[in-house]
Antibody, heavy 119, light 110 residues
């Protein structure tokens, strides 16, 4: 079965950086676009970023553009999110999700990793 | 990109139906047939229930159905069951490889 496992979350001070990882198994990773979606505590879902199946194109929500970078290593079946210049409002559970179709929808989700930005 | 508008809550008794609306603009919901719906139980990851407005992934009960009219999409859950109690989010393609989610609706089974 498909498994997406996020890691790398934790507590970080404002202005610092953090890198999240998402290890995929049970799917042909190199064939899928991948997304990051976040959810602030007690709040709704927010789409963060998308990377095409081959890494050739990347897209970001305005709220993270210029600060976050999505990338992937298809040889390791792993998705990344490099988060720089973190702000308190970036505090959230970060989910990775596989995207079916282009445009498409988010068909498999990881369990999420919590990022807390606080001094 | 502004979040799509959903009612904060909806409820129904077991066996009844509940419909959740999701209102956007002609730049997202109204402009594309790429609306999807997600169910999220507390502390769990979201699960897709409907994609491309009205299609159900395999394994999703046919009690769940979706539709769209203009800038508003809807999710109907028929024959409510206790396990349907959860938060529901709509999502739409918003052009230029961007996506937007709804504000979320908490469904309570009375």
């Amino acid at each position: 079965q498909v498994q997406l496992v996020e890691s790398g979350g934790g507590v970080v001070q404002p202005g610092r950086s953090l890198r999240l990882s998402c290890a995929a198994s049970g799917l042909t990773f190199r064939n899928y676009g991948m997304d990051w979606v976040r959810q602030a505590p007690g709040k709704g879902l927010e789409w963060v970023a998308l990377i095409w199946y081959d890494g050739s194109n990347k897209y970001y929500a305005d709220s993270v553009k210029g600060r976050f970078t999505i990338s992937r290593d298809n040889s390791k079946n792993t998705l990344y999110l490099q988060m720089n210049s973190l702000r308190a409002e970036d505090t959230a559970v970060y989910y990775c999700a596989s995207q079916r179709g282009d445009p498409g929808y988010f068909d498999y989700w990881g369990q999420g990793t919590l990022v807390t930005v606080s001094s | 990109q502004s979040a799509l508008t959903q009612p904060p809550s909806a409820s129904g008794s077991p066996g009844q139906s509940v419909t959740i609306s999701c209102t956007g603009t002609n730049s997202d919901v109204g402009g594309y047939n790429y609306v999807s719906w997600y169910q999220q139980h507390p502390g769990k990851a979201p699960k897709v229930m409907i994609y491309e407005v009205s299609k159900r992934p395999s394994g999703v009960p046919d009690r769940f159905s979706g539709s769209k009219s203009g800038d508003t999409a809807s999710l109907t859950v028929s024959g409510l069951q206790a396990e349907d109690e959860a938060d529901y989010y709509c999502s739409s393609y918003a052009g230029s490889n961007n996506y937007v989610f709804g504000t979320g609706t908490k469904v309570t089974v009375l």
